[in-house]
């Protein structure tokens, strides 16, 4: 890259960073110095809130209130309540989102009350390249049921739905986990109904980033995990949303005490709670749910599609620098705004070894099977000059081949 190069790239992220000063909150999350973090799509970075909320949990509420807390700091009702922080973000009604399992607890009760809502049908629609759990759920869901899984790319669903009388449900994932691909949820969604079946979606890779728009699609089940741009930590608890109109239909397939009418009645028989409460099942993890409470707070005072904006500026930010930097790898990520996520997904052979280089210069991504070099782009805490740092240490591993040193190839449990 020439002097002229990086002068112009460099001025481009500064500009471009006091255009989306609006939507930067960078200063609200506790980063590494020397560290450019683009795995917010798998494990979002810990804030300032995030992190005092966990404090206060522990420390005063469990430690100072003890058994009380769950009146006197509304445990209780947490998971409605961060349910209706996490409904803004997705574009869906309070009263509709509850937060407390994780992603494959909460996509088994909203694919297995979803199918049973549609009696006689016997085909459920999903990605074959989906993220695995999805997968596994679903075909679990269909032995269970006796249905038929097909597997069916998102790009050909519509085409499959047209006309059919057979599929009970389509259940997808918004935005692709591997390459970054933003599916089209309402053109899914209205070709679903329009054959009389159901639609759930996946928004792990969607939730904080994208404008969802669950309502405006005409969703009629989701879920989403609470750790990845939502950044409520490891582990954090996910949500299940169920469209208003099918809550009194809704059967969870868990019957748990939390989702009954009157827990502390102690009844032997389930009765369901009203509303999306139904949709819980056992005790809440609370210090959980307060990280994410707090992670929450990170959005207040925006706008998620201005937080949309910065994202897509940051990614085709990203690919101009590869260009500009003279880095030749082939983009699997959609250049399309309106089909891209927030992130940015490159194939080299030793994608592995790559990403690990990567790593040891301070810029965080990760690996996916079975020649992704996936980058995240979380939008809140990234910055233009980040996006550019990323791509020219991107630039220095490839030039240099630093990816073939021996170290980078032995792989860790966790890829």
């Not at 790898?329 to 705004?337: G, M």
């Not at 980058?375 to 990234?382: I, K």
């Amino acid at each position: 890259m020439t002097d002229d190069s990086t002068a112009r790239l460099s001025e481009r992220a500064r500009s471009l960073d006091a255009e989306h000063s609006s939507s930067d909150r960078r200063d609200d999350f506790v980063l590494p110095d020397g560290v450019v973090y683009l795995d917010g799509n798998s494990l979002g970075a810990l804030s300032v809130a995030a992190r005092e909320a966990t404090r206060d949990a522990v420390e005063r509420q469990w430690g100072e209130q003890l058994i009380r807390a769950w009146n006197d700091s509304g445990w209780w009702t947490a998971p409605e309540r961060v349910g209706d922080r996490i409904a803004e973000l997705v574009g869906a009604p309070a009263g509709s989102v509850v937060v407390g399992d994780s992603t494959t607890v909460s996509l088994y009760k909203a694919v297995h009350a979803a199918a049973r809502l549609r009696p006689g049908r016997q085909v459920v629609l999903t990605d074959p390249d989906s993220f695995p759990t999805d997968v596994h759920v679903t075909r679990g869901v269909c032995e269970q049921l006796g249905l038929t899984l097909e597997l069916v790319s998102p790009g050909d669903a519509v085409a499959r739905l047209a006309g059919s009388e057979d599929v009970a449900l389509a259940s997808y994932s918004q935005v692709d986990y591997r390459t970054g691909e933003l599916w089209n949820l309402e053109a899914i969604t209205t070709a679903a109904h329009d054959a009389g079946a159901l639609s759930c979606w996946d928004l792990c890779h969607s939730a904080g980033v994208v404008e969802v728009g669950l309502s405006a699609g005409g969703a009629d089940f989701a879920v989403g995990c609470g750790y990845k741009y939502l950044s409520g930590g490891p582990g954090a608890p996910a949500f299940i949303f169920v469209a208003p109109e099918h809550l009194t239909a809704f059967t969870n397939p868990i019957l748990g005490w939390n989702g009954h009418a009157t827990p502390f009645a102690m009844s032997p028989d389930h009765v369901a709670a009203d509303g999306i409460t139904r949709a819980r099942v056992g005790t809440p993890p609370v210090l959980g749910i307060a990280a994410l409470e707090g992670a929450l707070t990170a959005y207040d005072g925006l706008d998620v599609a201005d937080v949309r904006r910065r994202s897509l500026s940051l990614t085709a930010f990203f690919v101009e620098c590869l260009g500009g930097l003279g880095v030749d790898l082939p983009v699997v990520t959609p250049a399309d705004d309106a089909r891209r996520g927030s992130q940015v997904s490159l194939r080299h052979p030793e994608a592995y070894a790559v990403v690990q280089a990567l790593i040891a210069r301070g810029v965080i991504g990760d690996f996916r099977e079975p020649d992704i070099v996936r980058l995240g782009f979380a939008p809140l805490y990234l910055s233009h000059e980040d996006v550019l740092t990323a791509a020219v240490h991107l630039r220095d591993v490839l030039d240099g081949r630093e990816f073939e040193r021996a170290e980078f190839a032995t792989r860790a449990a966790v890829t």
